[in-house]
């Protein structure tokens, strides 16, 4: 029972202390929602990350194309030795009826090109497949099989004509850095951004405390335990972080509808992330941002508070 009263006694001096000291107590909000919007701010700039990367990722392939004179059964068993490669995620097959139907439709504006096929009189255009990796990096690999398998000497690599590996390996090479990049870049960001954070609610937090130290010290001189004497400031840490936290998620939703551009996701942004929506990321992912940002918060809150305690403290 007197461990559930303390308990109620420090979370009601938490309490007073976080109103009582309302200008400190704004002035440490004020720095946690800084701080919570920065965050919020990177977990939104590394899902338009991903989803910009997932898309080129599923623009990039290896396509192989194949003579006009090549046999199904030739094709088939290039399909089906490609399918067992590891690397390997998916094998779309294109015919040339398929092939000569694309061009006509990417053409169609072009008379010229549409009349000059037509004086062909024939489909010139191969058969080909379709190669998606599971990795960016594995593309290599796959295009070096191919060309081992064309020049080989049987009869299924003499039916390859072309390989396009080769044309986009630059492109290839530059994203497979970009995804590693911004891998390296999330931890960094995150490990500095909690440092940063922790530091500055530190020393925000530590001012409030510096107002009480008197009552610290009387509260040392009557035996007070160390948990007991920390305790009400902890509970004012974690109201800090709980505050905050609410004011971000509450703001977040108008300022993605109307200034997405205060937390850096603006029409520049948007351009380049595509088809990427912060708002719809925002809304279907509130669940995660409350966890996140809540969390961070009432831990930033309760650890500085403390830390900032300490000082205060009979060793």
Do not use: C
């Amino acid at each position: 029972m007197s461990v559930w009263i303390n308990m109620k006694r420090v979370a009601r001096y938490g309490l007073a202390g976080f109103v009582r000291n309302g200008f400190v107590s704004l002035a440490a909000v004020l720095v946690m929602v800084v701080t919570l919007f920065m965050i919020a701010n990177i977990l939104l700039s590394n899902a338009a990350m991903k989803a910009t990367l997932h898309e080129l990722t599923n623009q990039v392939d290896v396509r192989v194309y194949f003579t006009a004179a090549a046999t199904p059964d030739q094709i088939g068993e290039v399909q089906r030795s490609l399918e067992a490669l590891p690397e390997v995620l998916k094998v779309t097959y294109e015919t040339r009826e398929q092939a000569l139907a694309a061009f006509r439709e990417r053409h169609k504006n072009d008379q010229l090109t549409t009349q000059a096929l037509d004086e062909l009189g024939e489909n010139p255009f191969g058969a080909s497949l379709e190669i998606k990796a599971k990795e960016t990096s594995q593309y290599e690999g796959i295009a070096n099989y191919l060309t081992q398998l064309q020049g080989g000497g049987t009869d299924a690599g003499r039916a390859i004509d072309t390989i396009n590996f080769y044309q986009n390996k630059t492109a290839i090479d530059r994203l497979t850095d970009i995804i590693a990049t911004s891998k390296t870049n999330d931890i960094a960001k995150a490990v500095g951004l909690a440092v940063v954070s922790l530091l500055i609610a530190f020393n925000t937090i530590r001012l409030a405390i510096y107002t009480a130290r008197d009552e610290i010290g009387v509260m040392n001189l009557v035996g007070a335990g160390h948990w007991y004497v920390r305790g009400p400031f902890m509970v004012g840490g974690v109201l800090y972080g709980v505050v905050s936290g609410i004011i971000v998620l509450l703001l977040l939703y108008p300022i993605l509808i109307f200034y997405p551009v205060l937390i850096g996701l603006g029409p520049t942004s948007e351009l380049l992330f595509g088809s990427f929506s912060s708002f719809d990321y925002y809304t279907s992912h509130f669940v995660l941002f409350f966890f996140v940002l809540m969390g961070i918060g009432i831990v930033l809150g309760a650890l500085s508070s403390y830390l900032a305690v300490r000082r205060y403290l009979r060793a």
